[in-house]
C-alpha cells in the first residue's frame, strides 16, 4: 500500500502504528472493530494445573503465565503485542518470564497447542471459540477484560496520504458502504449470520454460532475514528515504550470522514 501498488489496507492496529512511528505517510482512515480483538486459548491440563478458568480475575489469569510457553504468529504483530502489553501490566516480562514461540498463523498455533508444544495461543476470533469445540483448549481471557482496551480501534482501514488525495470519491464509497453496512448489521443480525456463515462452511455450527455472538459487541455505530478511541491506540503504543508523536488531526483524516458520512448513501 505504501508503495502505491493497493488502494488500501484493513489491519490490526499496531500493524498500521508501527511505519506510522517511522514516518511513513499514512492516514488511519476507519475502523471495524473495537477492542483489542486477540483472546487467548490455553490446554485444559495447562489451565487446570494452574486453577485458572474463563472466571477468574485477570491478575491471576496473567500471572499464571509465567514460565508458559506462549504461541503467537509473528513478531512485532498484534498477538505479540498484545502479549507483552498484557503481560506487563502485572510486572512480567514476556521474554525473561515466558517462552515466545512465532507459528506464522492460526493453523500452525492450533496444532501446537493439539501436539502440547505450546500451553497457551493468542488469536482472534473465531480462533478461540473453533479451538474450545473441537476439544483442543479452553478460551479463558477476553480482550475486554483488560484493563483500557476496551475502545481500541483494532481493525482499521489506512491508505497513504496520496491516494487519498488522489481518489477522494473512493475513499467517500468506502466510508458509506461501511455505515450502510453497520446500520444493516445491526438492524438485520440473523440475515448477516447466514451471510456470514458462507465464509465458513467447515466450521462447526455451534462453534460459528458462538464466535458471532463474540464478535457482534465490536462492531462500532460509526466507521470514523474518534479522538477518545485514538488516544487509547496512543496509549497502549506509549505503554509499550513508543517515544513517536500521535497527532490525531495528523494520522486520522476526521474531517473528510465526516464529510463523507453526511453526503448519505
Known amino acids: ?39 487467548l486459548t490455553g490446554r485444559a491440563d495447562f489451565l487446570k494445573d494452574r486453577g485458572i478458568t474463563a472466571d477468574s ?4 489469569k496473567v500471572r499464571a503465565l509465567r514460565g508458559a510457553r506462549l504461541g503467537y504468529d509473528t513478531p512485532g504483530g498484534s498477538m505479540d503485542r498484545f502479549y507483552r502489553h498484557v503481560l506487563k501490566l502485572y510486572g512480567l516480562d514476556a521474554d525473561k518470564d515466558t517462552t515466545m514461540t512465532a507459528l506464522n498463523n492460526p493453523q500452525g498455533e492450533m496444532a501446537a497447542l493439539r501436539q502440547g508444544k505450546i500451553d497457551v495461543m493468542a488469536g482472534s476470533p473465531p480462533v478461540g471459540v473453533t479451538a474450545e469445540f473441537e476439544g ?14 476496551k475502545d481500541y480501534p483494532y481493525l482499521i482501514g489506512s491508505t497513504t496520504k496520496k491516494q487519498l488525495a488522489d481518489q ?7 466510508i458509506r458502504g461501511l455505515q450502510r453496512a453497520f446500520e444493516f448489521l ?22 460459528f454460532d458462538a464466535a458471532f455472538v463474540d464478535v457482534l459487541p465490536v462492531i462500532p455505530d460509526s466507521p470514523l475514528i474518534t479522538e477518545e478511541s485514538f488516544d487509547v491506540l496512543a496509549d497502549f503504543e506509549r505503554g509499550n515504550g513508543s517515544t513517536a508523536d500521535f497527532d490525531y488531526a495528523d494520522i486520522v483524516p476526521a474531517d473528510f470522514v465526516t464529510k463523507a458520512l453526511a453526503k448519505g448513501r
Open 1 to 39: 500500500m505504501i508503495q502505491g501498488d493497493s488502494f488500501m489496507a484493513f489491519t490490526g492496529g499496531p500493524s498500521v502504528i508501527q511505519p506510522i512511528t517511522q514516518g511513513a505517510p499514512l492516514q488511519l482512515l476507519v475502523t471495524v472493530g473495537l477492542g483489542y480483538s486477540v483472546e
Open 57 to 60: 480475575a485477570i491478575e491471576d
Open 136 to 149: 483442543t483448549g479452553a478460551l479463558f481471557m477476553r480482550p475486554s477484560e483488560v484493563p483500557g482496551l
Open 168 to 174: 477522494p470519491e473512493r475513499f467517500e464509497g468506502v
Open 186 to 207: 445491526d438492524s438485520n443480525p440473523d440475515e448477516c449470520k447466514e451471510i456470514v456463515r458462507k465464509s465458513f462452511p467447515d466450521m462447526k455450527p455451534e462453534a
